[in-house]
C-alpha cells in the first residue's frame, strides 16, 4: 500500500473513520504511528523502538526527613516531594507519593531508600511496594549488626499486575525502638513493561 508521507497529526496510512490514528514516515527508514494525532510508537533506521507515551516515571526526595517512622510505623515515604526527574503523562501525584496506573498490563516498580537515625532497640525492616492487587516486598532484612550512626540503604524492585486506576506507593516499617528513623536522597520509579 503506497501512501504518502503524512506526519503526526495526519498519518500517510489512516483509518476511514479515524484520519488522525495510523501510520506515517519521519524520514529516511524512521517511521512512526499515531493514536488520536499523537506519536505512541516511532522505529528508527536503526531498528530502535521508542514508545514515548508509555507510562514511567521517577519520584526523588532529596535533603533530610527526620523523626519520622520507627516503634512499628508503617511509613509512607515523601518521594516527589523534591522532584520527579521524569513523569510521563503525569501518572505519579507528587501530593500523595502515588502512582495511578493509566492502563492495565504488568509494572515494574523499585526503590532506594536510605535511612539512619536507628538506635539500639530497632529490629527488624522491610520496604514494600503496596498496589492494589497486593504488595510486594522490595527489601526484608534484621539490620544488624550495624553501627547505628550509618546509613542504612534498602533497595529493591519488583513487578506488579495492575488494572487501569490502581496505585502504588512505597511503605517501609523498623520494628521496635522509638519513631526517631530519619532518611534522606531517596527514589521511587515505576514503569509499564506491557
Not at 532497640?121 to 526484608?140: F, P
Not at 526517631?180 to 536522597?185: A, K, L, M, Q
Request: glycine share 14%; net charge negative.
Amino acid at each position: 500500500i503506497g501512501a504518502d508521507d503524512g506526519a503526526v497529526g495526519a498519518p500517510g496510512l489512516t483509518f476511514a473513520d479515524d484520519l488522525n490514528n495510523g501510520f506515517y514516515r519521519i524520514g529516511t527508514n524512521n517511521w512512526a504511528a499515531a493514536a488520536a494525532g499523537a506519536k505512541v510508537w516511532e522505529v528508527s533506521a536503526a531498528g530502535e523502538i521508542t514508545t514515548p507515551l508509555n507510562p514511567a516515571f521517577e519520584a526523588y526526595v532529596g535533603g533530610d526527613v527526620l523523626d519520622q517512622f520507627g516503634n512499628d510505623v508503617i511509613y509512607t515515604p515523601k518521594f516527589g516531594s523534591t522532584s520527579e526527574d521524569y513523569d510521563r503523562n503525569n501518572d505519579f501525584n507528587t501530593g500523595t507519593y502515588t502512582f495511578t496506573a493509566p492502563v492495565t498490563g504488568v509494572y515494574y516498580f523499585s526503590a532506594n531508600f536510605s535511612m539512619y537515625g536507628l538506635v539500639s532497640g530497632h529490629g527488624r525492616t522491610y520496604m514494600s511496594v503496596v498496589t492494589s492487587n497486593g504488595d510486594g516486598v522490595l527489601w526484608q532484612a534484621v539490620p544488624l549488626p550495624i553501627v547505628f550512626s550509618t546509613t542504612i540503604t534498602l533497595t529493591g524492585g519488583c513487578s506488579r499486575d495492575m488494572d487501569a486506576a490502581d496505585t502504588s506507593y512505597i511503605s517501609v516499617k523498623v520494628f521496635g525502638g522509638g519513631q526517631t528513623v530519619d532518611y534522606t536522597n531517596s527514589t521511587f520509579t515505576g514503569a509499564l513493561l506491557g
